[in-house]
């Protein structure tokens, strides 16, 4: 699989010699010539220089033929912007990584439900460690056209679960209220600003992304209200 990695950070780098062991074809995009030439001598990957963000940049990575894009620079808010940007550009797959856990809910508002937190995931499982829990890889529990997505809930998914109209093979497994995680019965309500998460097959990924990845439409009632404000 062909591999673009935005950023040079050592996460980034980690994840290119992983990629590359495993006979993965890898570029990165880093805007730092001279940490370019440094790397060039380290590692067997390609190297696009310029800004990650840029969609000008972005489209040199080839999209149409890349499988995955994963934003690993040290800067939260150019992961973010890197992700939409290559995600509008037709990557595959876009992965932004975030270290601030205050993002986590802005990315999913904006349907970027493959964002990782390295920190928030590595805690959790020091912390099952000391209490003595395992837990299985998630790659054994997934497999196939299984996938998970998450979105947050507007104002207009406020009610019955049942009333949501999910696709076929979609099921909701759990939502995210604030704090609190809840497992919700069928006769449950969502609240506006809910984390949802769902288990779906892969063929209904494009319908629930542009369903919640996208501003919600806004009703002939509404589109009046506007026009009279």
């Not at 591999?3 to 990165?28: C, E, F, P, Y």
Request: aromatic share 4%.
């Amino acid at each position: 699989m062909r591999v673009a990695i935005v950023g040079a950070s050592a996460l980034a780098l980690a994840t290119a010699h992983d990629l590359i062991k495993h006979g993965h074809d890898v570029v990165m995009i880093e805007k730092d010539k001279e940490k370019i030439a440094s790397l060039s001598e380290q590692i067997d990957c390609g190297f696009i220089k310029g800004d990650g963000t840029k969609p000008a940049i972005l489209r040199e990575a080839d999209p149409k033929g890349t499988g995955i894009l994963f934003c690993l620079t040290d800067v939260d808010q150019d992961n973010i912007l890197a992700g939409l940007v290559g995600r509008s550009l037709g990557f595959a797959k876009v992965v932004p990584k975030i270290e601030d856990p205050e993002y986590e809910h802005i990315c999913l508002e904006l349907g970027l439900d493959e964002t990782i937190i390295p920190d928030s995931a590595i805690a959790r499982m020091l912390a099952d460690m000391v209490t003595g829990q395992t837990m299985p890889e998630l790659s054994t529990i997934v497999r196939g056209e299984v996938r998970f997505f998450m979105f947050v809930a507007r104002k207009e998914d406020a009610g019955p679960v049942e009333s949501l109209g999910l696709p076929d093979k979609t099921r909701l497994i759990c939502v995210y209220r604030g704090d609190d995680f809840v497992l919700p019965e069928a006769t449950a309500e969502l609240k506006a600003d809910d984390e949802v998460v769902l288990i779906t097959h892969s063929g209904a990924l494009d319908e629930l992304r542009e369903r919640w990845s996208a501003p919600p439409k806004m009703t002939p009632e509404g589109q009046k209200a506007g026009r009279k404000a």
